[in-house]
């Protein structure tokens, strides 16, 4: 107002509005919380960790305006076990750390596991391993996600690319830990979460926002209810009908041990064969969710970059240098295949999908290699080339082109 009332008129540079669609500035962290809030999300706890804390700050900014109750823990260990005791009282909630947190959070995921407890976590990858690189990028966390904790149970890992598949992630990601009553990871990273970009408000569509709580059942379900209510009862899906607390009828045990069908402790063999086996079919009933790689670019491509993540940018602007500028006399020569949906897949759609691909090469900010390594193990498809980049500075499409025109193309 000072600088307005004094100055504005004789200032010689003016800011005109900018005529066509009106966009916003945002990052990938604030465009998730948008995302959670749109579906549903009414609980957050939380242990500041770069670059997660964002979230956190920014549930805390919009907590009165949505109706959000905000957390901030003592550590991980109970950000993760309040989220998940949100989520047991029938609350959408759910908690955002960085790789040094989630390693705290195992033992809790395991208990959601076990009750079958729907929970979101989102993990924003940073340099490792310990503190390594806090301020930093990697995505060098994947491997580790899928198969955190001990012993065996579904989980969900998706991975957004883009600010706008943050949002789309955030609003999903609730539906599919309801639905299928299991704990869902969104994987990001660094530079995603902190990237800011000017984005069309026509990419956030909250009217498209559908909320679905799966078998969760409503109370006049469970007053209709008749006989004894079962909530871990053995389903072709692997889905059991859930009750919220609150009600006479659906009263069962929630414990973390093995357990009966209405949850009490057991170590009978056949009782743990049946849910053991319950429990793993909704790796089949997930997977018919979850969505096949997209494939950018010319399908008769030579070459196919394949990624995960925050690389889908520096893929697509590598392809069209390299296409575009007709690199060694030819044109469409690159496409790109990007994973957004990681575990768990229809894993013979994807090897069909890799095995029509002349020339892989697989882009990722880690040191092993670890999306090629997941592919290699469920499909069998070899891919040897791979461009990794793990110093904690995002991977830049001039990087990816020059590697392709030293290594990969002459060979082509």
């Known amino acids: ?38 579906g549903g999300c009414r609980f957050i706890s939380g242990y500041p960790m770069t670059p997660a804390t964002s979230i956190l700050e920014w549930m805390v900014a919009h907590a009165d305006q949505f109706g959000i109750v905000t957390k901030q823990t003592e550590d991980e260990i109970s950000a993760c076990l309040m989220a998940i005791g ?52 990697e995505q060098s966390d994947l491997e580790f996600v899928l198969r955190a904790s001990h012993g065996e149970f579904p989980r969900i890992i998706i991975a957004p690319g883009t600010v706008e598949q943050c949002f789309q992630a955030g609003a999903r990601a609730f539906n599919l830990a309801e639905k299928y009553q299991t704990p869902v990871i969104v994987i990001t990273d660094l530079f995603l979460a902190t990237q800011l970009r000017a984005v069309d408000q026509e990419a956030f569509d909250f009217g498209s926002v559908v909320v679905d709580r799966g078998a969760t059942l409503t109370p006049e379900q469970i007053e209709a209810w008749s006989g004894n209510y079962n909530r871990y009862e053995l389903t072709e899906s692997g889905v059991s009908p859930r009750a919220l607390p609150g009600s006479a009828k659906g009263v069962y045990v929630a414990g973390s041990d093995e357990h009966t069908l209405d949850g009490h402790i057991t170590e009978d ?58 690199r060694l006399g030819r044109g469409g020569r690159v496409n790109v295949l990007h994973f957004v949906d990681l575990w768990p897949l229809r894993w013979d759609e994807v090897e069909a999908m890799l095995r029509r691909i002349r020339v892989p090469v697989v882009v990722e900010q880690n040191y092993t290699g670890q999306l090629a390594n997941v592919l290699q193990c469920y499909t069998a498809v070899r891919l040897p080339l791979r461009i990794n980049k793990y110093d904690g500075r995002p991977v830049s499409p001039d990087e990816i082109v020059a590697v392709l025109e030293k290594e990969v193309m002459v060979r082509v």
């Open 86 to 137: 949100a989520n047991h009282a029938g609350v959408r909630a759910m908690t955002a750390t960085s790789g040094g947190g989630f390693c705290l959070m195992v033992e809790a995921l395991g208990l959601a596991g076990c009750t079958e407890t729907p929970l979101v976590i989102v993990l924003a990858q940073r340099g490792g391993p310990s503190t390594g690189l806090p301020t930093r990028t």
């Open 269 to 326: 063999a056949q009782v743990r064969n049946e849910q053991m086996r319950k429990r793993m079919r909704k790796l089949d009933t997930i997977a018919d969710e979850m969505n096949l790689p997209t494939c950018y670019g010319p399908e008769d491509a030579e070459i196919t970059l394949i990624g995960w993540g925050s690389t889908c940018g520096s893929m697509i602007e590598a392809m069209k240098v390299l296409n575009e500028a007709e």
């Open 1 to 38: 107002d000072y600088a307005r009332e004094r100055y504005a008129a004789d200032f010689p540079w003016k800011l005109e509005p900018i005529p066509g669609p009106q966009r916003m500035l945002i990052n990938g962290n604030h465009a998730f919380s948008l995302g959670a809030v749109a």
